[in-house]
């Protein structure tokens, strides 16, 4: 009896703390991204990097809210998509599936292992708020360059498309953050074209 319980007990709190697995088309879009923009920006600093050069935060970044302000998108993100996507062909409607993905953070699974580490949010929001995050930040992950985070991807229906907010940063001055819009090619994406929405 007490077994059947520890087992019926186990397999309910296992699907409660069990992770969703970040959809294909998703880890897609991020893995791109890091090939075609994150890379690009590493090697002009820092030439070609190796190893695991690269932190992936493992929750996207939200929409901020009136509670939250911190480890947000900026607060024009909405806008700058809106009017960005207004001068393109791109459907309009994905600016709601933008807004409607994004309301929270949700997981991320690692995009591009090889090149990668995946690590907990939670930790580096809260290393995040102290005066010293990048000497922490380079003692607990040697060797990696940066960390990028990404927002939730959108998806048009009508043209394919996607648009994602990424945020990478290598240094307390070294930081950058898009809207990029990619296209289907073949089985995979292609970086369509970018906006800067931040940097430091």
Request: hydrophobic share 45%; with cysteine.
């Amino acid at each position: 009896m007490h077994v059947r319980c520890f087992v019926l007990t186990f397999a309910f709190v296992s699907q409660l703390t069990t992770s969703p697995e970040t959809p294909a088309r998703d880890l897609a879009i991020f893995r791109t991204v890091i090939q075609q923009q994150i890379l690009h920006e590493v090697r002009t600093r820092d030439g070609n990097p190796a190893g695991r050069w690269l932190v992936v935060f493992d929750r996207t970044f939200p929409l901020c809210d009136a509670a939250l302000k911190v480890w947000c998108m900026p607060g024009d993100v909405r806008e700058r998509l809106e009017l960005w996507l207004a001068q393109t062909d791109t459907d309009v409607s994905i600016v709601r599936e933008f807004v409607s993905r994004n309301r929270a953070a949700v997981v991320v699974d690692n995009p591009y292992p090889e090149a990668a580490l995946l690590v907990a949010s939670g930790p580096l929001e809260t290393l995040g708020l102290s005066d010293d995050f990048w000497s922490t930040f380079h003692k607990q992950y040697p060797g990696v360059k940066g960390w990028v985070r990404f927002s939730a991807p959108a998806y048009s229906d009508a043209t394919g498309d996607a648009v994602v907010y990424v945020s990478y940063a290598c240094g307390g001055l070294c930081g950058k953050g898009w809207l990029i819009r990619l296209s289907p090619v073949g089985l995979g994406w292609r970086i369509a074209n970018s906006i800067l929405v931040a940097e430091s």
